[in-house]
């Protein structure tokens, strides 16, 4: 499987950089039948594009979803899919005085490094967050996919900077989401946007948490030991840039508990066998539990700032000091929380093709 790849039997390959012409994926193994256009895919594309406030970086792209394959008469034929949007306001003028300075908390000199300085360096290349938008697409039909099972996927902000959100219990769901930071918590979802601002005023940036939930997945589900289901969720969590830790259920706050406080006890509900908590973040050993899997996602902060920074020339061969401008979210989580959405829909729909769960051809 390619680096760019993420699942087995629904396999989105991940294409474009943050200037070049366009970004996309191609879809291997949808199903047929399943009916589809761009307006699909436009609603969650509407919730990442850059330009919507003071919150987000000054860039503002469209990004109108096409489908350039695997699509007729409004319904997949079973060929590859493949979904691009085009990048228009790409401006490499502030990156002309970057090519020999290494950007401090990005992956310039690695990559430099690894492929002999041919990779493109505006606005961080194939490393951008601008990739996202491929993997928003490509969630947005494994919702659809989903849906038709009965599994549904929302993700939501809990931490901005030093700011924390008071949530509900573990496994209980956040509900309709309106302010600019997607936090379930309103008063702290103000506090977030006055760190935000904060930060901009001081040339800096922040970090937060986004939790993810999906209710409805079957018992069962994930292919121990290498390729259980937290595992895989971790690996296409990963794909995200700027993530820089991952936990499920009482992840790391396990580590301070009793096992008399960390297991879940089963009980007997309406007849069913059921975990009576959901500490363990609905995984077991690498399968479902049955419960709703929750995952808290670590996004360090937004390392192109405006603060004077120490670095590298290349050319020189001397340390020097950089302030990056250009455009550049002064907190990535708003923005993310729907990318997070995408790759758990990407890792479940492919899961529930490996199960059977999903039929090859949509019934009619």
Same mark, same amino acid.
């Given at each position: 499987m390619s680096s760019n790849q993420i699942g087995k039997f629904f396999t989105?390959?991940?294409?474009?950089?943050?200037?070049?012409?366009?970004?996309?994926?191609?879809?291997?193994?949808?199903?047929?039948?399943?009916?589809?256009?761009?307006?699909?895919?436009? /609603?969650d594309l509407n919730r990442r594009k850059p330009g919507q406030g003071v919150h987000t970086t000054a860039r503002r792209e469209t990004d109108r979803a096409e489908i350039w394959s695997g699509v007729f008469g409004g319904r997949t034929t079973g060929a590859p899919l493949c979904l691009v949007v085009h990048n228009q306001d790409a401006d490499a003028a502030s990156y002309e005085t970057l090519e020999h300075l290494l950007r401090p908390g990005h992956a310039d000199y690695p990559a430099r490094i690894k492929y002999g300085g041919y990779a493109d360096y505006r606005g961080g290349g194939r490393f951008s967050g601008r990739i996202t938008a491929g993997w928003v697409m490509a969630g947005a039909?494994?919702?659809?996919?989903?849906?038709?099972?009965?599994?549904?996927?929302? #993700?939501y902000t809990v931490a901005i900077g030093g700011v924390e959100a008071s949530l509900p219990n573990c496994g209980e769901g956040s509900g309709p989401l309106s302010n600019p930071v997607f936090c379930p918590?309103?008063?702290?979802?103000?506090?977030?946007?006055q760190a935000i601002g904060e930060a901009i005023q001081a040339g800096d940036s922040l970090g937060g948490v986004?939790?993810?939930? #999906?209710?409805?997945? @079957?018992? &069962?589900?994930?292919? @121990?030991? &290498?390729?259980?289901?937290?595992?895989?969720?971790?690996?296409?969590?990963?794909?995200? @840039?700027?993530?820089?830790?991952?936990?499920?259920?009482? &992840?790391f706050g396990a580590?301070?508990?009793?096992?008399?406080?960390?297991?879940?006890?089963?009980?007997?509900?309406?007849?069913?066998?059921?975990?009576l908590t959901n500490q363990a973040g609905g995984t077991l050993g690498g399968l479902a539990s049955g419960?709703?899997?929750?995952?808290?996602?670590?996004?360090? /902060?937004?390392?192109?700032?405006?603060?004077?920074?120490?670095?590298?020339?290349?050319? #020189?061969?001397?340390?020097?000091?950089?302030?990056?401008?250009g455009r550049h979210d002064p907190c990535v989580v708003p923005r993310a929380v729907v990318v997070v959405e995408a790759l758990a829909a990407i890792v479940l729909g492919d899961f529930a093709l490996?199960?059977?769960?999903?039929?090859k051809v949509m019934v009619r």
């Open positions: 989105v390959t991940s294409f474009g950089e943050s200037h070049g012409q366009v970004i996309g994926v191609v879809i291997d193994g949808c199903p047929a039948g399943l009916p589809l256009d761009e307006a699909d895919l436009q /609603p039909v494994a919702k659809k996919l989903l849906a038709t099972i009965g599994v549904e996927i929302s #993700a918590d309103p008063v702290a979802a103000e506090q977030m946007m986004i939790e993810l939930m #999906a209710v409805g997945v @079957p018992l &069962g589900w994930g292919d @121990p030991v &290498g390729d259980g289901l937290d595992g895989a969720l971790a690996r296409a969590f990963f794909a995200i @840039p700027a993530v820089k830790g991952v936990e499920f259920g009482a &992840g580590a301070r508990l009793r096992g008399s406080e960390n297991n879940d006890p089963y009980v007997i509900q309406n007849g069913q066998i059921r975990p419960l709703p899997v929750v995952a808290r996602i670590a996004f360090k /902060p937004t390392p192109s700032i405006a603060r004077a920074q120490r670095t590298v020339d290349l050319q #020189a061969m001397a340390e020097t000091t950089l302030r990056i401008e490996r199960a059977g769960a999903i039929p």
